[in-house]
């Protein structure tokens, strides 16, 4: 009896006379498909063998990869979420202590890194939430570049299609009814820039008043998005505004943050005060975002170059991309009636607002170029 214990399998016969095997650890039974005792054991001793060689396998890896790393062996899922989290900064290190939280992890958080199998990913990913699937990756290969894995769990071809939900832009009607309700100064300019400049929350709500370039009526930011870049790669977004814009300026601070308050609050925060504005007023489907995509869809219907909507909004935001891919019907003009009309307007151009406080009138516009 303490032989068969040692193995995983044992040996019975049926009263037909037939052989099985039965797995000592499930109790499931397999027919050996013969009455011969001498095949039967052959046949037993082969089952067994096969498992136990990469057994020992297994453990002569352990025990080598122990002597290079003696963490390799125990190194939990939990304890790779954690040192990425203590490599993260500001709103990025806000994310991922989020992120690491989602409860899809809870079946992984103290299964050791060797002992992961593809089919425990796979029920992690079963909950189909883009958020899950994405840093999921990203932990992954995190493990993966650390050389604390030895081959990829699932490879990168298999994994399973990040699907996010649906987006849209804000309509202006929408846009309107919601600063129309606005009873806070603040949270009003912040709306109303957002539908002018087309800027991610983060980027508008830090805006400084020295931000603002009045001789040539531009209003220039560092995205937040780029700020753990290299100083060379980070190009800064220069907008030029209009006569709607100023009206805007004239009601915010003169000098120091233009939004003092929401650039403090947490973009979480601010995005749920503003999903709590739109169900007030029975708006569904948008969220400060939505105000990227309505710039973006507000470009390509009038015309605006393409290479102009990706400087202003960033060349990889997935707005521009969403906006001049949408099927919104638009008349493009003749190459000549172009040329002839940007003409046109860079000699006939004279702002009627002079800029306020004792700054220059502007100058004929450029479009949002760095």
Not at 266 to 284: M, P, S
Request: proline share 5%.
């Amino acid at each position: 009896m303490s032989n068969d214990m040692k193995h995983k399998y044992r040996m019975f016969r049926r009263r037909s006379g037939v052989y099985f095997i039965q797995d000592n650890e499930t109790g499931k039974q397999q027919s050996l498909r013969t009455k011969n005792k001498v095949e039967a054991e052959t046949l037993l001793s082969a089952s067994n063998e096969a498992n136990r060689q990469p057994f020992l396998n297994l453990q002569i890896a352990r025990t080598y990869l122990m002597g290079t790393d003696p963490k390799m062996v125990t190194r939990t899922w939990q304890e790779v979420m954690g040192k990425i989290v203590s490599l993260k900064q500001g709103p990025t290190h806000l994310r991922w202590s989020v992120a690491i939280c989602d409860r899809a992890y809870n079946s992984i958080r103290t299964l050791p890194l060797l002992e992961t199998r593809a089919d425990h990913f796979l029920a992690v990913l079963a909950n189909n939430k883009s958020s899950t699937n994405v840093y999921l990756r990203r932990i992954h290969n995190f493990a993966l570049s650390m050389d604390w894995l030895l081959k990829p769990i699932i490879p990168r071809r298999e994994w399973p299609k990040v699907t996010y939900g649906k987006k849209r832009a804000i309509t202006w009607e929408e846009h309107q009814k919601i600063v129309a309700r606005e009873g806070n100064p603040e949270r009003l300019g912040f709306y109303q820039l957002c539908w002018h400049l087309g800027g991610s929350q983060s980027d508008v709500a830090d805006l400084h008043a020295e931000d603002v370039d009045w001789s040539d009526w531009t209003i220039g930011y560092n995205r937040h998005k780029l700020q753990n870049r290299s100083v060379s790669r980070i190009k800064p977004a220069i907008i030029q505004f209009g006569q709607d814009v100023v009206e805007i300026l004239k009601s915010l601070p003169e000098s120091g943050p233009l939004f003092p308050y929401l650039r403090t609050v947490r973009a979480g925060d601010r995005a749920t005060e503003f999903h709590q504005r739109c169900v007030g007023l029975n708006i569904h489907g948008v969220s400060l975002h939505s105000y990227r995509y309505a710039w973006a869809e507000r470009a390509r219907k009038c015309g605006f170059p393409l290479r102009f909507a990706q400087e202003a909004l960033g060349h990889n935001s997935k707005a521009v991309h969403h906006g001049y891919a949408s099927k919104a019907e638009v008349t493009v003009p003749s190459l000549d009636a172009w040329e002839k009309g940007m003409k046109d307007k860079l000699v006939e151009f004279k702002p009627a607002l002079e800029a306020p406080r004792e700054q220059q009138t502007a100058p004929a516009p450029v479009a949002a170029v760095n």
